[in-house]
């Protein structure tokens, strides 16, 4: 089964892309892990996008095509993936399109993981963290017992940058110019499902495996 993964940032595509690729034993390819660990290894290409990572913009189409395309030519892809953070342009979609008809596959299903961006704005800017133990709180959803402390070792509980809200409403802008046409490029080839990823994340998990059957 080849499936594509779609969702804003805070609307849990990555959990949801862990959970099906357990249940359909499928690869899962998330391509922020793979620049990240380019970054983690500091290689050519992990330098060269510290910048763009940092300040949460996109890396160039060529450079995460050509990384992609490799990578569904290891072994372990061979029964199938899901892709998760990739296509993010309509460019990477058309050029995934012609890698998929050079190696003669096909994507099975394109799955879309809606939340409504005022709740997405509420998840992400609740969220706080504790910089020594890693703890994570969230103030709408499991808040600390203390108001800013953290519960399990009592250090003052911060937030990342990435969840301020100025931050937060910029990513989800890009997204939304960048993913709607992918949305209706897969709409248009009849292959999009639609899904409400607001509720427990185990119910949406169940949600899509309904709709695209059994194993
Ligand atoms: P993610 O973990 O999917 O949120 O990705 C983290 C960061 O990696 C993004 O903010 C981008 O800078 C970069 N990135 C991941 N996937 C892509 C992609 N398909 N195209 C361009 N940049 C990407």
Known sequence: MIL???GSPGAGKGTQ???LSKYYNITHISTGDILREHMRNRTTIGVSINDLMDTGRLVPDELIIGLVES???EDDCLGGFI???FPRTLVQAEAFGTISSDMGFAINRVVSVEVNDAVIISRMTGRMICPDCGGMFNLAYYPPKIRGICDSCGAKLIQ???DKAKTVKSRLKLYHELTGPIIEYYENKGLLLRVN????INDVTRTIIDNLGEK
């Open 197 to 200: 990823g607001v509720g427990d």
């Open 17 to 19: 892309a862990r959970n």
């Open 160 to 162: 990342r940058d990435d």
């Open 71 to 73: 990578r569904i030519r």
């Open 83 to 85: 892709l998760d953070g």
């Open 4 to 6: 594509i993964i779609l």
